[in-house]
């Protein structure tokens, strides 16, 4: 049977299929769906965990155990999961071990444009990557079958258009996959430096075994077609070089994209006048086929370091057609830029922090447009977590004074991530930052997923809530103070008070996002004759409410009746409606 799936459901498919028992993520977009794709299949343990080192530990931990695991992330989730995995990599696996990772090109909801494949390189793990949901179902299973066969963690490197583009699929049944014994095995498991040092060996003879197998493994595809010009590819711009190319070219495809073959490079470079390499990102490919000696290779001086690719590029740059990818209007197609939805409650926490020309260290999460005009609060965003640390490091710098006119602000699901290290940091080494936690009660920047804050795991079960107050009085913070943002005449004077202080303090900024299923907002709000043109309530940068040049207006189907602009009015202009 065959159906149309997403890519990352085909991968879930593909953990299924291949008697996968455990799975541990952390949610980053465009790799969120495979786990929760994972749900829908009971035989598999799943789990949200606290970020993905942790996620990554757990399968790690199961593999050991002898189950086939698995942790998926999004490309700087790897980043946060690269400490075990360099290791797991000397280690090794007993059960099947897999780490899918999801590149973003194009940075869509990203904050940089990594490429992964340096990490296959650099820890010295096998690397496949599919190019359609089909693909992404197959290498799924086939990496566990090579991580048993070669004692190697894989990695599964996706990209969003494969991630999030649908294809055909055939539906298979799950393998009765046995856990393999559990054995006390010191000098492989424990990587005391002792222990490393013989490993090490095991890697390099492991990375060589790999290497003959990318040679011949029906991974890596030729197909010779007329002409004189070859193309090496993989994934996604295999696709859309297949679309811009069709038969005019030959491929040499690579599924397999570390390590990489040697003679079957040079033996395809070495039957055309041109060999164009085209991959997104950085020159992977392109070096490797430089440094094995391949001629008359063409990279990146005809394409882009940077962002996506698409057909019409590459027919440009291969064959030198240009033409238009899609009709265009006469029409100026209206600007339409980020912004937090109405409702959201992070308007009214960072209206506040804007009203009382605060710096502010950002975070990763939807709270980062308050970057974005006319709020436009946000001072700093660097990586999850960084909001609190880098805030100590600004205070230090420049003294007692600047640090009451400073505040971190940080999601619940991301201060659970990686803030708390940095609240203990504050703690520890006397400093007297303002912490702003800004509680949701979900992970909304990636789809709404539970998180340890929410008292719910990822199928829905009731669990132990981590209770924020107590953790953060755990660390030793002195001053914590519960506040809702929307009301902003209290919210401003809990802000002044706490960064006033001369020890930490935490402001836990409450509000459930506006579009969970339990936020029933009712009725709407509407602008009297009371109004006097002073546009405050614009200043809120809610997509309801808009002006025309001369007055302001709230546009009935757009507003979902918060109230939030009812506490910012000044002249009680605006009033809420229950129809």
């Known amino acids: 049977m065959k159906k149309l799936m997403l890519g990352n459901a085909a991968v879930a498919r593909g953990a299924y299929e291949a008697g996968v028992t455990v799975v541990s993520s952390y949610p980053g977009t465009p790799s969120t769906e495979i786990t929760e794709n994972i749900v829908k299949y009971p035989e598999i343990y799943a789990e949200w965990a606290p970020n993905e080192k942790v996620a990554a530990e757990v399968a790690v931990g199961a593999s050991m155990a002898g189950a086939r695991a698995m942790s998926a992330c999004k490309h700087v989730g790897f980043n946060v999961m690269a400490d075990p995995v360099f290791t797991i990599s000397y280690i090794g696996t007993n059960g099947g071990l897999l780490f899918c990772v999801a590149d973003d090109p194009g940075m869509h909801s990203s904050q940089n444009e990594q490429d992964s494949r340096h990490y296959a390189k650099a820890a010295k793990l096998l690397m496949l990557e599919p190019s359609d949901s089909s693909e992404c179902k197959e290498y799924t299973k086939r990496a566990f079958e090579l991580s048993e066969k070669y004692d190697v963690p894989a990695v599964l490197r996706l990209s969003t258009r494969v991630s999030h583009s649908q294809s055909m699929v055939e539906i298979n049944e799950r393998e009765n996959y046995e856990l393999k014994p559990y054995e006390k095995n010191i000098a492989k498991n424990v990587m005391m430096p002792a222990n490393a040092i013989k490993r090490h060996i095991e890697v390099e003879k492991r990375m060589e075994a790999l290497k003959e197998f990318a040679e011949n493994t029906e991974l890596n595809t030729v197909e010779i077609n007329e002409g004189n ?113 109405a409702g959201c409650p992070h308007r009214g926490t960072f209206y506040v922090l804007k009203k009382l020309g605060l710096v502010v260290s950002g975070d990763i999460g939807c709270y980062t447009l308050g970057a974005v005009q006319p709020l436009s609060s946000v001072d700093s965003t660097i990586c999850m977590g960084a909001s609190v640390s880098a805030a100590l490091g600004m205070a230090k710098a420049r003294g007692k004074e600047f640090n009451k006119k400073l505040v971190s602000v940080i999601g619940d699901s991301t201060f659970i991530h990686s803030g708390i290290t940095g609240l203990i940091d504050i703690v520890y080494n006397k400093g007297a930052n303002t912490v702003i936690i800004l509680d949701n009660s979900i992970t909304g920047m990636t789809g709404h997923q539970d998180n340890p804050t929410t008292g719910y795991t990822i199928r829905k079960e009731e669990t132990k809530q981590v209770n924020l107050i107590a953790l953060c009085k755990a660390v030793g913070v002195g001053r914590i103070v519960v506040a809702d943002p929307f009301d902003v005449k209290n919210f401003e004077k809990v802000v002044k008070e706490e960064v006033s202080a001369d020890e930490p303090s935490v402001i836990i900024a409450q509000r459930p996002c506006a579009l969970l299923k339990k936020v029933k907002y009712t009725g709407h709000c509407t602008i009297t004759d009371k109004c006097k043109k002073c546009k405050m309530c614009m200043k809120l940068g809610c997509p309801a409410i808009s002006s025309d040049g001369d007055g302001v207006k709230i546009e009935l189907n757009q507003c979902n009746g918060c109230g939030l602009c009812v506490n910012v009015c000044p002249f009680e202009a605006i009033k809420k409606e229950e129809k």
Do not use: W
Request: net charge negative; aromatic share 10%.
């Open 229 to 341: 010009i070859g193309v090496i590819t993989s994934g996604i711009s295999y696709m859309y070089a297949k679309e811009a190319l069709g038969n005019r070219v030959s491929y040499l495809k690579l599924g397999m994209v570390y390590p990489l073959p040697e003679k079957k490079i040079l033996d395809f470079a070495a039957k055309f006048d041109k060999v164009y390499v085209i991959e997104e990102l950085d020159p992977f490919f392109e070096e490797h086929c430089k440094a094995v000696g391949a001629k008359n290779i063409i990279g990146k001086e005809a394409f882009t370091l940077l962002g996506e690719y698409t057909p019409a590029m590459i027919k440009k740059a291969v064959l030198g057609e240009d033409r238009p990818e899609f009709d265009e209007s006469d029409e100026q197609i209206p600007a339409r830029p980020p912004v937090m939805c």
